[in-house]
């Protein structure tokens, strides 16, 4: 699935790319950061967190990677030399525990140690990917930097996709819902979701980005109750306005 989705991200990017007629640079130090960021954060990141919800739960993997942003402000100290202040540390702590106060901390699942092991991982690389992708030079369009890195995520997966290809068979091809899922996925999911990250990344240049990081269990709550008709608790009212004032003192005080 991680790889459908890249393969079509990939073509996606690329016909974007060469719609908009982006330029293209090429020099080994930066394109070692492209290649470090795809292989870190969209081939190992994606697929432990993947593996890791699949052992653990979608709920602990929301708890779990709010060691996100933490991670981001402790790798942006040594390679982007942005020392953490102490306002980072209460914005950090509003918005971990906001996001303690939607899920909970229930943990459930056949596997969650090894679980967890997986989603802190993913959260360490996605946080160090994001930390290496403002390293790179800005001659550099989001488009090229995003295509590359997951091209990158791409020629990684192959062969372990080659190596599981039977299971590629029990797939329903003809099935407009599979197509529809992949569509979006590639798509909206990963090539649009990633070039937007990058983007913000680019824009804000704070150690605190990455608290945008947590508003994904937020966006989660919101859609299950508008699609799903799933009640939303009064934790997630609480974390809402936990993760509202953590962003805020991070736009205020950093900028």
């Known amino acids: 699935m991680v ?7 990939t073509i996606v990017l690329g016909l974007a790319a060469w719609g908009q007629h982006t330029p293209w640079h090429w020099d080994w ?29 979608a709920q602990l993997g929301a708890v779990i990677t709010t060691a996100t942003p933490t991670a981001m ?21 509003l918005a971990t525990t906001g996001v303690l106060a939607i899920v909970g901390l229930q943990v459930t699942g056949q596997h969650v140690v090894l679980g967890a092991l997986c989603l802190l991982l993913a959260g360490l690389t996605w946080a160090l ?36 290809a039977p299971i590629l068979t029990h797939i329903a ?13 590639g798509a909206v999911s990963t090539a649009l979701a990633f070039l937007l990250w990058n983007l913000g990344l680019r824009l804000f240049q704070s150690r605190l980005s990455g608290l945008f990081f947590l508003w994904q269990p937020v966006t989660g709550a919101l859609l299950g109750w ?6 939303l608790s009064w934790g997630f009212g609480i974390g809402l306005l936990l993760i509202l004032a953590s962003t805020w003192v991070a736009i205020r005080f950093d900028h």
Do not use: K
């Open 29 to 57: 130090p930066n394109l070692r950061l492209i290649i470090l960021a795809g292989i870190i954060g969209d081939t190992l990141s994606i697929v432990l967190q993947e593996t890791g919800t699949w052992l653990a739960s």
């Open 226 to 231: 508008w699609w799903l008709a799933e009640p």
């Open 3 to 9: 790889w459908l989705r890249y393969l079509i991200a």
């Open 173 to 185: 091809w003809t099935s407009p819902h599979v197509w529809g899922s992949l569509l979006y996925l």
């Open 129 to 164: 990917m994001s930390v290496l992708v403002q390293l790179i030079d800005q001659r550099y369009s989001l488009l090229q930097v995003t295509l590359l890195a997951t091209l990158v995520a791409v020629v990684c997966l192959t062969p372990i996709v080659m190596w599981q």
């Open 73 to 93: 402000v402790l790798f942006s100290w040594p390679l982007l030399h942005r020392r953490p202040r102490r306002h980072d540390w209460v914005s950090l702590g």
